[in-house]
């Protein structure tokens, strides 16, 4: 397969040959949404916690008389009907993390890129390069690359600059290649990927 290559500018700058194994994948929806839920599963820290009325101090003696004063009959001070009493079913801390192996995710990361590029979502920068660390900078080259919606940019190093310059803008977001995932993939609306990022994905996966 072969995709057109641009630069910063929008303006073409060839084209390169990728891997029809890593970039033409079928796209297998039910795997890429198991492990979307799985990632965004165990990124959650599952550390609330509220007390059931069995552990809130206090309400041991009965409020008032059970009978003649007009009011609903009570046994405790610390009943969930109660401001300060116990919650009914109170959140514990529990594990949300869902296991899913290296093979899934995998086979879920190529599906989705291949997708994006099916749906021509998919934009080919010859490299990220800024003269300086500027926002404008950033958004020029959205501009110039004809972007809607939400855009990640993928390069194949870290770079200090490009984070500085592409953080100020609420649609673009910046990812180093092999921080890449799922998540990131399908929650974009348009992936902006370098040839050297390219290269980095088709050899992982021949490892």
Known sequence: M???????????AGTIEVSDAVF??????????QVVVAQ???????????LTRSEVRGGG??????????????GSLVAPQ????????AKKPRDFSQKINKTMKKA???????????QEQVVV????ALAEPKTKLVAEAVEALKLSGKVLFVVDEYDE??????????????????LLNVYDIVASRNVVITKGAIKKIEEAAEK
């Not at 072969?2 to 073409?12: C, Q, S």
């Not at 033409?24 to 949404?33: D, K, Q, S, T, V």
Request: with cysteine; glycine share 10%; net charge positive.
């Open 40 to 50: 965004l599963a165990n990124k959650r820290q599952g550390t609330m916690s509220a």
């Open 61 to 74: 003696a009965k409020p008032y008389r059970q009978k003649g004063t007009g009011r609903a009959r009570q």
């Open 24 to 33: 033409g994948c079928e796209y297998n929806e039910a795997l890429i949404h």
């Open 161 to 178: 600059a490009a984070v500085r310059a592409s953080r100020n803008i609420p649609t673009v977001s910046l990812e180093e290649v092999r």
């Open 108 to 118: 879920a990361f190529y599906s989705a890129l291949s997708e994006k590029i099916r």
């Open 2 to 12: 072969k995709l057109k290559v641009v630069n910063m500018a929008g303006k073409a």
């Open 82 to 89: 109660h401001t300060g009493g116990g919650v009914v079913f």
């Open 125 to 128: 920068l010859d490299k990220f």
